[in-house]
């Protein structure tokens, strides 16, 4: 299972919310390029870079930092948030990233996403299925709707979609354990597709269980920056 730590960004800084909400912020590092060379420097090959102004804005703000951390180091990106236009995709793609994903876009203009899986293949665009209550929630977490997460999932897996973000919104950022039977059930109605867990991890035991139930990866970011794993333990069962 890979492990992908995650920088959250507001600011052009390494954030943190609890369960999205903007006004719980908690500010970890004002030059996330250390952050990711403290990851790259511990053997993880992968980092979830979230654009959170972006989210916001509805398009995307902090390229810079991208930019900075493809530069600077060898980590594999996946860029998400405020990616809503083909000119946001051109930035995030020629800013470095290898991968990006699509939330409120698959939502809101289905037929957007459909061509940029299309144009870039299964392998650039990932999807964003953040769930509260089981029920898709887009533009950072700020709008509910009412689809059920499987069957949105599943509508895109019938496009071609082949990577998944899910996070539980209800369990992101409280260190209480993420979303076990989401991830399960999930698994057991696609089981090609490559699942990648997010939101709520609190120790490696949570991560052991993801591990163990053969997700693809796991996105790791509060626990890190709380001292609730080492990167040294992610080291070692990344893969």
């Not at 930092?65 to 594999?76: R, W």
Request: with cysteine; aromatic share 8%.
């Amino acid at each position: 299972m890979h492990i992908i730590p995650a920088i959250d960004l507001i600011d052009g800084k390494a954030v943190r919310l609890t369960q999205g909400d903007y006004s719980q912020k908690k500010e970890y590092n004002a030059r996330p390029l250390e952050v990711a060379q403290q990851f790259e420097d511990a053997g993880l090959t992968r980092l979830h870079l979230v654009d959170l102004d972006g989210a916001k804005a509805k398009h995307v703000v902090n390229w810079k930092v991208l930019e900075l951390i493809t530069g600077k180091t060898s980590l594999h990106v996946d860029f998400g948030g405020g990616v809503q236009s083909d000119d946001d995709l051109r930035i995030a793609f020629e800013c470095g990233a290898r991968q990006v994903t699509g939330g409120s876009i698959a939502v809101k203009q289905p037929d957007v996403m459909e061509r940029w899986l299309s144009q870039q293949g299964a392998e650039k665009i990932i999807l964003g299925a953040d769930a509260k209550n089981e029920k898709i929630a887009v533009s950072g977490w700020e709008e509910g709707t009412d689809v059920w997460v499987y069957d949105f999932v599943q509508n895109w897996v019938e496009k071609g979609i082949q990577y998944v973000i899910s996070t539980d919104v209800a369990k992101d950022g409280l260190l209480q354990g993420p979303s076990f039977e989401l991830y399960r059930t999930m698994q057991e109605q696609l089981p090609s597709l490559n699942i990648i867990a997010s939101g709520g991890v609190s120790n490696m035991a949570d991560i052991e269980t993801l591990a163990d139930m053969g997700l693809f990866g796991v996105i790791v970011g509060k626990a890190i920056y709380e001292g609730r794993v080492t990167l040294k333990e992610l080291s070692k069962i990344n893969q």
